[in-house]
């Protein structure tokens, strides 16, 4: 008797495992051999659930940053913080390690290996960002009308925020500061701003 394979349990349990080899061996030196490797599986398998490695990666990403952009959610809803306490939730949950550290580094990467190309993948990773930015300058708006931070350009704000959240991803291999001292020097800044 054949084997039943529930299709969506088995396209997620591959999403799961390409994360790993993604943030293991980086977007450009993984090839589809590598993950069918991981996942137990042929590669003729994988092609019954993903068309190429770019759509297996933009699923990943997705995935991924589906979770983080859940997170930063139930952070923005919690009305027992104030805007600068969700701010700085935010930024310690995007830089504390846990399995998406990896993931601004892989947007990175691919955002330099595409960067000349008008990929389709490439369009969708940006718009999750432009995303999470949103929620930041919204957040930042928030406080500014909340009078807990002075007045400043929020999108600005939330552009600087995000750029200090991928530069820290960066960094974290060099060991330069530890991630405390990063996040806390962040949260001086942060409190600077306040009314």
């Not at 943030?23 to 993950?35: D, E, F, M, Q, V």
């Not at 310690?92 to 990929?119: D, P, Y």
């Not at 718009?127 to 999470?132: I, K, N, P, Q, V």
């Amino acid at each position: 008797m054949p084997k039943i394979v529930d299709y969506e349990s088995k396209k997620q349990e591959i999403i799961e495992k390409a994360r790993i080899v993604f943030a293991k061996r980086g977007y450009h030196n993984t090839n589809l051999s590598h993950i069918s490797k991981k996942c137990g599986i042929g590669r003729t398998t994988l092609y019954q659930y993903f068309a190429n490695k770019d759509e297996i990666f933009y699923h990943t990403m997705g995935s991924t940053l589906e979770e983080i952009k859940s997170q930063v959610n139930v952070i923005v809803l919690d009305e027992q913080l104030t805007f600068v306490e969700k701010l700085k939730e935010i930024i310690h949950k995007l830089t504390e390690e846990q399995k998406h550290n990896n993931t601004f580094i892989l947007l990175l990467e691919v955002w330099l290996v595409l960067k000349r190309e008008n990929n389709e993948t490439l369009e969708k990773l940006k718009e999750y960002t432009r995303e999470l930015k949103r929620i930041l300058e919204e957040l930042i708006k928030e406080a500014i009308n909340a009078k807990e931070i002075k007045p400043i350009d929020s999108k600005s704000l939330a552009e600087t925020i995000y750029t200090f959240i991928e530069t820290f991803t960066l960094q974290r291999t060099s060991n330069y500061l530890d991630s405390k001292v990063k996040v806390e020097s962040l949260n001086l800044l942060i409190d600077g701003l306040k009314a």
